[in-house]
Nanobody, 127 residues
Framework: QVQLVESGGGLVQAGGSLRLSCAFS????????MGWFRQAPGKEREFVAA????????YYGDSVKGRFTISRENGKNTVYLQMNSLNAEDTAIYYC????????????????????WGQGTQVTVSA
């Protein structure tokens, strides 16, 4: 069973940066594509970014493109989300997720493309 633990969230001023980490365990990390989603209060969970098993392909939601970078370090079983130029609209709980075997460019932006989730880490951006 896949286990995911996010860390790195916190309070940051608008314009600042944070780097989130997600530690993976329980299975072989290198066969799993990974994703980040977020959920703001009163809103649905939103796709943020995804990365394939090798790290050679990355995908981003429109609201974070050009500001966020997803990466992975397979030797450490960890996926990262570097977040720059943060604004108040980025305030949310951020979740790490492990992709299903059916994960593809058609499914990676949707929750059903993933079958393992972390507990989330809170990111709060102050104006």
């Amino acid at each position: 069973q896949v286990q995911l633990v996010e860390s790195g969230g916190g309070l940051v001023q608008a314009g600042g940066s944070l780097r989130l980490s997600c530690a993976f365990s329980g299975r072989t990390f290198t066969v799993y594509p990974m994703g980040w989603f977020r959920q703001a209060p009163g809103k649905e969970r939103e796709f943020v970014a995804a990365i394939n098993w090798s790290g050679g392909m990355t995908y981003y939601g429109d609201s974070v493109k050009g500001r966020f970078t997803i990466s992975r370090e397979n030797g450490k079983n960890t996926v990262y989300l570097q977040m720059n130029s943060l604004n108040a609209e980025d305030t949310a709980i951020y979740y790490c997720a492990a992709g299903r075997t059916s994960w593809s460019s058609s499914t990676l932006r949707y929750e059903y493309g993933y079958n393992g989730w972390g507990q989330g880490t809170q990111v709060t951006v102050s104006a």
